[in-house]
């Protein structure tokens, strides 16, 4: 991979993210700020947090492909787990949403 390849994967993966943030908060847009989180919006977060993990090891897998010091295959397979991540975000927030 060089180094353009995985730079432009690293901003795709930012897109995919913001993209994905904003249509979970549309499918969760009935919470109301300071209102607690029921327990079927906490799988959202939860679901959010381990994407938000996951994506900044890719980020950071990526950052280290366009430096020369890791090897493609890394990036690639958390890459791909960081866009599965991401779905399921949005499927979680989308059954929260259907199951309230």
């Given at each position: ?21 904003g249509l ?18 906490r799988g ?57």
């Open positions: 991979m060089t180094r353009g390849k995985a730079l432009g994967l690293g901003a795709a993966l930012l897109a995919a993210a913001a993209f994905a943030a979970a908060a549309a499918f969760e847009s009935r919470i109301a700020p300071g209102q607690s989180l029921e327990p079927r919006h959202v977060a939860a679901a959010g947090a381990f994407a938000a993990a996951v994506c900044a090891v890719a980020l950071r897998q990526l950052a280290a492909v366009a430096r020369g010091r890791a090897g493609s295959a890394g990036a690639g397979l958390w890459l791909a787990l960081a866009l599965v991540a991401l779905v399921v975000v949005d499927g979680v927030a989308l059954a929260s949403r259907l199951g309230g």
